[in-house]
Each structure stands twice: as C-alpha cells, then as structure tokens.
C-alpha cells in the first residue's frame, strides 16, 4: 500500500511539473539564466532589494511595488514574479483589471481584503480573505481586490507565473485610451453626458 502510495506520488509530481512547463507563458530558455548586454553576473545580479522595509508605512492610497522583469531583470526566462500591494483602510481598491500572460497567487499578511473574479461565463467569484489566506486568480480573467475595513489598511503579497504578467485596467482600457463616446454610449446602453462624466471622473482620481 505504502508502495503505491509512492508510485502515485511521484506521478503526480511528474505530471505538475510537466504541466507548469507546458502552461508556462514565458518560453523557455537554453541557459541557466539570461544576462543583458554589460551587467556583471554575481551574487548581486540575482538579489533584489526593493521590498526591505516595505511594510514599515501606512498606505494613504493604493500602492502596488513589483518586483518584475523591469525591476529585476534577473526574472529573464524564469517565469515568476511578485508585486506587494498595500490597500489603505476605507475603501482601498485595486479596481477591476486582467493579467494576459499570468495567473495571480494572492497572499494576504495583514488586515483583511474582499477579492473576486468573473469567469468566461461571467460567473462572479467573491471571497473575504483573511490573514494567512491565499487567493488565485485564473490566467487572464477579471478580478479585484477591495479593502472594506473602516480603521485597519490591508498587506498582500502576489506571485505570478511569469516574468512580465502585465496588467490591464478595466476602467482606463475602456474609458481612458480614446474609444469613441458614441461608441462606448452605445455599449453601456446610457447616454454620451455620462461616458464623458466617467472619463472625467477617471482623469480625476489619476
């Protein structure tokens, strides 16, 4: 019994790793780990510090730190990544937005925090996490993170499967990169005054 318990383990573990690999959205490289042109490779080149007392503040508002292909650029070709986000007390919102190359594993370390994702059936998934919880948003689907707490500002930490996730936001994709008023009056069934009012309203709150 114990034998096939093993046997079975390790299938398991095999078909994961091959899994991650064919799902993987950064492609795969032919070498250890990629360098750009005139860095040195030490210690140093794999080592980022930008998160050291990061949680020393309070957020007055949304405050998202990435520790990206950008940022780190020893994440070249290791399709992983991490962001802290640091939502202030009352209302603290990451509003709706997409990450196209990567699933996000959200780890809350402090306060509290209500998330939720819409599927490709547009079924909305809603969950009030607590610390010590993690949270996963599918590969390119919608999602949000909401801090409700009246008193209390809320610490996450986010893992995705890529170097370079990147993110789309809902509210400046639509209203903020210069579709047409009629256009966007006529897919929201309201009136161009209020599309006009929203884009306003989103020039505002930048």
């Known amino acids: 019994m114990a034998l096939r318990f093993v046997q079975l383990l390790i299938i398991f573990v095999l078909a994961l790793a091959t899994s991650q690999r064919i799902l993987a959205s950064d492609p795969d490289i032919l070498f250890?780990?990629?360098?750009?042109?005139?860095?040195?490779?030490?210690?140093?080149?794999?080592?980022?510090?930008?998160?050291?007392?990061?949680?020393?503040?309070?957020?007055?508002?949304?405050?998202?730190?990435k520790a990206a292909l950008a940022e780190f650029p020893a994440l070249n070709g290791q399709s992983v990544s991490y962001a802290i986000l640091k939502y202030p007390a009352n209302g603290g919102v990451n509003p709706p937005h997409t990450h196209p190359r990567a699933a996000e594993l959200l780890f809350l370390v402090g306060g509290s925090l209500e998330v939720g994702f819409v599927d490709t059936k547009n079924v909305l998934y809603t969950q009030k996490l607590k610390v010590g919880d993690l949270f996963v948003f599918p590969k390119g689907?919608?999602?949000?993170?909401?801090?409700?707490?009246?008193?209390l500002p809320a610490y996450a930490v986010?893992?995705?499967g890529s170097a370079n996730a990147g993110t789309?936001?809902?509210?400046?994709?639509?209203?903020?990169?210069?579709?047409?008023n009629a256009i966007l009056a006529k897919s929201f069934k309201t009136d161009v005054g209020t599309v006009k009012k929203l884009k306003a309203g989103l020039t505002t709150h930048k």
Not at 141 to 151: F, G, R
């Open 32 to 65: 250890d780990y990629i360098v750009p042109p005139n860095n040195k490779v030490d210690a140093n080149f794999f080592t980022y510090t930008g998160f050291r007392d990061i949680f020393d503040d309070v957020p007055g508002t949304l405050n998202v730190t």
């Open 141 to 151: 689907l919608v999602h949000y993170q909401y801090n409700s707490d009246a008193n």
């Open 158 to 160: 986010s893992a995705f």
């Open 168 to 180: 789309v936001s809902v509210p400046v994709s639509v209203f903020g990169t210069g579709i047409d």
